[in-house]
Nanobody, 120 residues
Framework: QVQLVESGGGLVQPGGSLRLSCAAS????????MTWYRQAPGKERELVAR????????NYADSVKGRFTISRDNAKNTVYLEMNSLKPEDTAVYLC?????????????WGQGTQVTVSS
């Protein structure tokens, strides 16, 4: 069955770094765009970073530009989020999403998330 499993979250001090991973299985990973979202308590889910299926194009939320980098390894069915210069406002559950649109069907899968806490 389809699975997206996030890992790499944890507690880190402001200014620190973390690398999140999302391992995919059960579908053809290489044809899906992959996106990292985050959701903080009491806030709406927001897009953090997205990468196209071949990894050619990426885009980022303004709040993370220059600090976060999304990448993928289609041979390993894994997408990554390198997070540097972390701030307390980056604290959230980070979720991995896989999406593919093949008219008229949209395929959309979610992981369960990994907690990132930035605090001294």
């Amino acid at each position: 069955q389809v699975q997206l499993v996030e890992s790499g979250g944890g507690l880190v001090q402001p200014g620190g770094s973390l690398r999140l991973s999302c391992a995919a299985s059960g579908f053809t990973f290489s044809v899906y765009a992959m996106t990292w979202y985050r959701q903080a308590p009491g806030k709406e889910r927001e897009l953090v970073a997205r990468i196209t299926s071949a990894g050619v194009s990426t885009n980022y939320a303004d709040s993370v530009k220059g600090r976060f980098t999304i990448s993928r390894d289609n041979a390993k069915n894994t997408v990554y989020l390198e997070m540097n210069s972390l701030k307390p406002e980056d604290t959230a559950v980070y979720l991995c999403n896989a999406r593919r649109y093949s008219f008229p069907v949209e395929y959309n899968y979610w992981g369960q998330g990994t907690q990132v806490t930035v605090s001294s």
